[in-house]
Nanobody, 122 residues
Framework: VQLQAFGGGLVQAGGFLRLSCAAS????????VAWFRQAAGKEREFVAT??????YYSDSVKGRFTISRDGAKNTVHLQMNSLKPEDTAVYYC??????????????????WGQGTQVTVSS
């Protein structure tokens, strides 16, 4: 499975962006898909995931971000609203088959997109 993440950009605080993760070369619908982000000088951190029709979010984005799957287009989206400067990072999508207790762990995702930069100005 090959993943391509896109949709990042520069936005002012309070604005919104929608990221997309497009898959090819495999049956995307059978995978759990997650978004992680990595700010400069920091470790990659969990943002959101969609697993077996249920969604999970980190506390830092809950209520502002929404992850969704478009099965027909083999794509997973991350709608990001009320963006804050601390959301600035490179955002990566990953696909895998983690058990529920490991959905926020990078090591359980075996396929990754190349990352897309999100910059939120204050």
């Amino acid at each position: 499975v090959q993943l391509q993440a896109f949709g990042g950009g520069l936005v002012q605080a309070g604005g919104f962006l929608r990221l997309s993760c497009a898959a090819s070369g495999g049956t995307f619908s059978s995978y759990t898909v997650a978004w992680f982000r990595q700010a400069a000088g920091k470790e990659r951190e969990f943002v959101a995931t969609i697993r077996m029709g249920r969604t999970y979010y980190s506390d830092s984005v809950k209520g502002r971000f929404t992850i969704s799957r478009d099965g027909a287009k083999n794509t997973v989206h991350l709608q990001m609203n009320s963006l804050k400067p601390e959301d600035t990072a490179v955002y990566y999508c990953g696909a895998g088959r983690p058990i529920l207790s490991t959905i926020s762990t990078t090591a359980t995702y075996c396929y990754w997109g190349q990352g897309t930069q999100v910059t939120v100005s204050s």
